[in-house]
């Protein structure tokens, strides 16, 4: 039976390990290789790294590091932040990286997503989406949620679907750093409406949330950072009682 | 022992590598046909689209020289797809070691398939050391039926061929590279067996 995902994710600024509260205020966690090696020997099922300021300040991602991470853990992972180019998804994949994530740069250039998934195959391409409930309607949110867009999340989502993306991971901007649980109804519904895998962000608090989640919809996988690097939520811990509840976990 | 990594640009081949480092193995990267001729065991890893990655083959002779090779050669997810005769996925003519065609999931499952899965069935001593039921992370949107040359299944909606074997050529659909210590335990029985 195909288990359902833990994903520790890792921001990255500078070669270092971060996470911001609402995106905004940034707090150091770690040296990012030691931390994935640890994570990789604890339970993690996969891992992301996203070079969180790499779009604003149009750096591109740190291939090095990729290399380094890849020679270091034996679980897959994705990596994100500022790709914009074939070639720099190639560099990427090249160094070790099983699977590249894009966000702002494929609202901008939605045909940038054929492209990749054409050249490398969908099951390498993860589209990123961060939205926030506005007046009734959930709107996709640019530069790492600095930017509101008009464009709503369920389109949004159908069309990266048929471009060719392989799986979508959906942050959503009202719950991430909160702690108080994950955007269920949001997410039960984005997992009909497509079909391919969801990867659930934003609001992991406790390990009720993580059962709600699983539980409420069609979801694959959840991501989540501070609790895993702060080890408020032990990620042995969180499996065992995953499995308890009798959700599908690898442990 | 030398092992060669089959390097045709459509691969995930620097993790190939560095998990044989990790098991204190040195992986040589190449698509030069005397290395890979020359060499104890063969890793031919991919990932991408079969089409493309058959043109890739094509264009620098390797399409000839892998069927024709006696040492032990280990196709790793889509390198496993390619030994067999023909793959759905661009219609794709492939190397014909295996007599089986490649097919795509059903659409009223989640593709592609995204995850660890569970192994049953577990034939030969690649699986020494590994029991029943065992996770291996897999990514993949096409796959191999259960044929008689199957050694091992996995289910996604149906049950399929995760692993297959014939004389010295192996097929596994998940990454061992990227599975955890087991990947590594199934890596090792490769190079040892």
């Excluded at chain 1, 989502?157 to 649980?181: C, Y």
């Excluded at chain 2, 045709?8 to 698509?31: D, E, F, M, P, W």
């Excluded at chain 2, 023909?86 to 995204?114: A, H, M, W």
């Amino acid at each position: 039976m195909l288990a359902k995902r833990i994903i520790p994710c890792l921001d990255i600024k500078d070669s270092r390990t971060v996470k911001g509260v609402n995106f905004v205020d940034l707090v150091d966690a770690g040296d990012p290789v030691e931390l994935a090696k640890y994570y990789s020997e604890n339970g993690a099922d996969e891992l992301v790294f996203l070079d969180i300021t790499a779009t604003k300040e149009d750096r591109r991602t740190f291939a090095k590091l990729v290399d380094e991470i890849s020679e270091n853990i034996n679980i897959p992972f994705t990596v994100g932040g500022g790709i914009k180019t074939k070639e720099d998804v190639e560099i990427l994949l090249k160094n070790g990286a099983d699977k590249v994530s894009i966000n702002s740069y494929a609202v901008s250039n939605p045909d940038f997503i054929n492209e990749l998934a054409s050249n490398f195959g969908s099951q390498c391409i993860v589209v990123a989406i961060d939205a926030k409930f506005i007046d009734n309607d959930w709107y996709v949110y640019l530069v790492g949620g600095r930017i509101k867009t008009e464009i709503k999340l369920f389109n949004w989502a159908k069309e990266v679907e048929k471009r060719g993306a392989g799986e979508i991971l959906f942050t959503s901007m009202d719950h991430d750093g909160t702690k108080n649980g994950f955007a269920c109804k949001a997410l039960e519904e984005l997992s009909q409406k497509v079909n391919i895998p969801i990867i659930a962000s934003g609001g992991a608090g406790k390990i009720k949330h993580f059962n709600e989640v699983f539980k409420s919809g069609n979801i694959d996988a959840v991501l989540a950072a501070s609790v895993f690097h702060f080890n408020e939520i032990g990620l042995k811990e969180l499996k065992i009682e995953l499995n308890n509840n009798n959700i599908p976990i690898r442990l | 022992m030398r092992i060669a990594i089959i390097d045709y640009g459509a691969g995930n081949t620097q993790s190939v590598k560095y998990a044989l480092k990790r098991l204190g193995c040195k992986g040589i990267l190449t698509s030069d046909k005397e290395i890979i001729s020359s060499s104890d065991k063969i890793i031919f890893p991919g990932v991408g689209q079969a089409s493309s990655a058959m043109k890739k083959l094509k264009s620098v002779g390797l399409d000839l020289l892998i069927p024709s090779l006696k040492q032990p050669v280990l196709g790793i997810c889509l390198g496993m797809q390619l030994m067999c005769d023909f793959s759905e996925e661009g219609d794709t003519d492939c190397l014909k070691i295996f007599n089986s065609k490649v097919k795509r999931f059903d659409n009223s499952l989640k593709v592609p398939q995204i995850g660890w899965n569970t192994l049953f069935n577990l034939k030969t001593s690649l699986f020494d050391s590994i029991k029943e039921k065992e996770y291996m992370y897999l990514v993949h949107s096409y796959f191999v039926p259960v044929i008689p040359k199957t050694i091992a299944t996995s289910k996604y909606g149906i049950s399929y061929s995760t692993a297959i074997k014939k004389n010295n050529f192996t097929g596994v659909q998940f990454h061992p590279e990227k599975s955890g210590s087991k990947g590594e335990i199934l890596l090792k029985n490769f190079i040892t067996n």
